[in-house]
């Protein structure tokens, strides 16, 4: 086995005993993007300076720890290889969104999730793709060219986290953060066979997160085991002043869940997520990992979401209006792209025109209509209405149930290209991941097995800050299954 | 409803993105279906339902009013596309459009 | 004019609060002679990814304000964003409140033209952030954000005022009451006070509201008087002309004296309001609210009352004195020390008030305290110097802050009481003058005065002035 195919828990058990050293495993990992970048360009930026001198810096501290005879007290994720979605912010490296209009941006300060992850001593390898400012399913709206699926070169890795996925699937990197709006970690680690969590709106800090849609962005970890998914989700949950929509409530030890029963569990199975518009064989594979949880011993009960279509709908409303706002700060002045003009008004338009993407730019013009006078209670206040009614369909079921499970998505991953085409349709794809974010409840994507070599996912989702019981079904479905062990055959 | 021409032109000056031709055209299609799909919404009773723009039950976030360093100046310039003597340069900005 | 007119303004302040860090961010809101772009952040720069969080000081100061402008307070509000782009803006949008905020409904009381008392309704006063700044070079502007996101408190009335004094009475009321709860300089000239009015014209007795015209940037006290008086008269010259006003947003060209269009009625902005989803609802409970209403001072209007009846003034005189609450503090502090209101509220608004004018000094800064003024009363009032003389005294305490006694001990300014002697110098006097006695006897009463301005100019201003009249009655008969 290579160093650069081991997971985190693994990496950092060989790095406590000295078998390795921080240094070793960020080489190998760094020789690794080298060798395959070229076919998934998973990276906008590779920051391979600041990962040896972290490394560097984290054998140090291995070094004295071991001296100190204080080894298991180190920090899981020290010296850990770590790949960040481009939309976070990382101090005095390159943040682009995967946009024009940020291509030379290097922001002075630290996202709080960086934060927490370099003070736990992981090492940052680079800038992972993703769609333009999180917007999309694919990557394929990124200005810096699409990610490739390890599984299948010509088709997309997911989106809009698909750098990541591309990268962890291709392991050209050990552990990755991503962020969700509408399935933006979920989708990318179904269509690459990983893990990876959107965790409860408010449980980790935004402060950072470049804004696609304020209410319902959500930085979560993506990893190739659920084990992995724990040590990042713990490392970066938790309350940040910085943040007013951060929760201050402690964090579970979600670690200690690990291996626990799961006996009992009742798992609502939505009709709504097996019906029209999904992919037959996805829901095929998804019902035979059903059908393993029941073996378990969770008892599956057949629930009805009835909203579930409307929240796409929902969501195309809230986060454009959302996003056109927090996009309004790109205008030229004070960092970013600038097209020149003689005028102010003029330069605003273009430096915006120029430098923005049409998924971007129809997303910005859909939000703006939807707040503009006349149609603001029609589409923004109504969908607002909405939201409280997908709220209250969650609440109801959880009365019901302790997790909800399905596919993530309703399709396998699409070749390169088709999204770009057939944007409206694409929309359409968000169906089983949006209203949890809508919801502002946890959900948790596990690989669930493949059809026709294409990986497939199972979404997990449970009551807001139930963190610990999805991670409890998913490690006892993953150690059950071990689809997430398999590696792409093509690399 | 589809959307005319001078819709998207004045959603678009709202933004301030300037747009070509071709984009002003697929974009009248484009949102045209999208908002034809968004009357989905129509059907649902919410004549009695409280908007939600927050998920959370949280209330009155607040920090005490201390001061906290600001950035250095250089690093609040070091990203501006044009600077003179410590300000951020713009062209000439007109009272009216 | 055969034809009367009607005017209806309704202002618009926004005032900085005077809090320590700035509304969202912990940038230091004192930017006043800081270099551009020092006190900015990421989060007021508005860079990728920054987050508000709010000023609970901010908060308070609103909430003190709507209590004071007799406001009801929300008990749920919320943030909200105005989106529109300017450079001086960094997010493209400002936090603002739109539908739910902090307080509303709420009235200032001021005197009309006729000077009754009269309720100016606040329809609302809410929190927002200020704008960066710009400076106009030539071909070119330059941005400063050390002013972006301090926080601004915007007061809204209903249109209930009906001239441009009445305006600018509420303005200064305003101000005043502002001052007193400590939330804001209120200095319009150092823009921390901003006014816009709203202003149309119709003529007396017609229902409809004539065309509303926005008047904005008005810097000063000046500003608000001249271009309200302005936008008036040019009302009325073209409705008298048989035109028709343009419904448009007006500045102000003070050099010029005349408003110019900013913005026409089809430019009109569409802000896209929407809640702000960075950003918690506020929930004020009563028990925070009657916390907060206990730090009330006492405020100007219930000052104004209480001066005028317990000091014998008139309510405009206790208004002179009460609008600035240093004034009103040293006054209370020398009527305290002194006894006698009426004689302290004329020094003070006599002499006092024109130092202060002419040397622009605050009160705060004089070198007289309220005791040493009592003292010099005092003075004056055991016959030791004369009011004159006083006045003098007075002059070189405000210069030097000596007191009153050692001044006149230094000087020898004491008055002279020694009837003996004043009798021998008004004696010398009539002598050395018989032409003036006869005519005064004959019947020239006239000639008094000009007696008693001998004496005091043989005596170098200190005869004690009663005594010598009394002297003089006596020697010159009749």
Known sequence: MELYQLTAHEARDLLRRGDISATELTRAVLQRITAVEPRVKAYITLTPEVALAQAAEADKRFAEARRAGTVDQLPDLLGIPLAVKDVISTAGIRTTCASKILDDYVPPYDATAVVRLREQGAVIVGKTNTDEFAMGWSTENSAFGPSHNPWDLSRVPGGSSGGNAAALAADATIIAIGSDTGGSVRQPAAFCNLVALRPTYGRVSRFGLVAFASSLDQIGPMTKDVTDAALVYQAIAGHDPKDSTSVNRPVEDVMSELGREVKGLRVGVPKEYFGEGIDPNVARVVRQALSVLEDLGAHLEEISLPLTQHSIPVYYIIAPAEASANLARYDGVRYGYRAEASTLWEQYKRTRGQGFGPEVKRRIILGTYALSAGYYDAYYLRAQKVRTLIRREYEKAFEQVDVIAGPVTPVLPWPIGWAMENPVQAYLTDLLTISQAIAGVPAMAVPAGFWDDLPVGLQLVGRPFDEPTLFRLAYAYEQATGWGKRRPATL | MPLSRQDVEHVAWLARLELTDEEIQRLQVELSAILEYARMLEQIDVSQVPPTATVLPMRNVMRDDEVAPSLPRDVVLANAPDQEEGYFRVPPVLETE | ?478
């Open chain 3, 1 to 478: 004019m055969t034809q009367e007119y009607e005017v209806i303004i309704g202002m618009e302040v926004h005032a900085q609060l005077l809090t320590q860090s700035k509304m969202f961010c912990g940038c230091s809101a004192d930017y006043a002679d800081a270099p551009p772009n020092t006190h900015v952040c990421p989060v007021c720069m508005a860079l990728p990814g920054a987050l508000p969080v709010i000023n609970r000081a901010a908060v308070e100061a609103t909430i003190r304000t709507g209590l004071a402008l007799n406001c009801e307070i929300a008990s749920f509000s919320l943030f909200a964003r105005k989106n529109y782009f300017y450079p001086d803006l960094p997010k493209g949008y400002q936090i603002s409140q739109y539908e739910l905020p902090l307080t509303r409904n709420g009235w200032v009381e001021i005197e009309d033209d006729q000077g009754r008392p009269k309720r100016v309704r606040i329809r609302r006063a809410h929190l927002e952030e200020d704008t960066g700044k710009l400076v106009h070079m030539d071909g070119y502007s330059l941005v400063d954000l050390n002013r972006a996101g301090v926080p601004l408190l915007e007061i809204v009335t209903e249109a209930d005022l009906r001239s441009a004094e009445e305006a600018y009475r509420y303005l200064r009321k305003l101000r005043a009451i502002l001052r007193y709860l400590g939330v804001s300089t209120a200095d319009m000239e150092k823009g921390a006070m901003r006014c816009e009015a709203n202003l149309s014209v119709r003529p007396k007795g017609q229902k409809e509201f004539g065309t509303k015209v926005e008047i904005k940037n008005l810097n000063s006290f000046k500003a608000v008087r001249d271009a309200i008086a302005y936008e008036v008269e040019r009302h009325i010259r073209i409705l008298e002309e048989g035109g028709t006003i343009e419904q448009v947003t007006l500045g102000w060209d003070a050099a010029r004296g005349r408003t110019f269009i900013q913005r026409s009625k089809e430019e009109a902005h569409d802000y896209r309001y929407f809640p702000e989803p960075d950003l918690l609802p506020l929930e004020v409970e009563e028990g925070w609210v009657d916390e907060l209403r206990e730090t009330l001072p006492e405020l100007p209007d219930a000052k104004m009352e209480r001066f005028a009846q317990r000091y014998g003034l008139s309510r405009k005189e206790a208004w002179i004195v009460v609008e600035e609450q240093d004034v009103a503090e040293w006054f209370e502090a020398a009527v305290q020390a002194y006894g006698d209101a009426r004689e302290v509220y004329n020094w003070l608004t006599g002499e006092i008030f024109r130092y202060l004018n002419e040397t622009g000094t605050p009160i705060t800064a004089l070198k007289v305290s309220p005791e040493r003024l009592a003292e010099l009363l005092r003075l004056v009032d055991r016959g030791v110097i004369n009011r004159n003389t006083a006045k003098a005294v007075l002059q070189e305490m405000l210069q030097t802050g000596r007191s009153a006694q050692g001044i006149v001990d230094e000087k020898g300014l004491a008055q002279v009481s020694d009837e003996a002697a004043l009798t021998q110098i008004v004696e010398e006097i009539l002598a050395a003058h018989p032409d003036e006695v006869a005519r005064y006897r004959g019947g020239k009463k006239g000639l008094f005065g000009w007696f008693m301005g001998q004496v005091m100019r043989a005596t170098r201003g200190k005869a004690n002035p009663d005594l010598v009249r009394k002297i003089l009655q006596e020697k010159l008969g009749g």
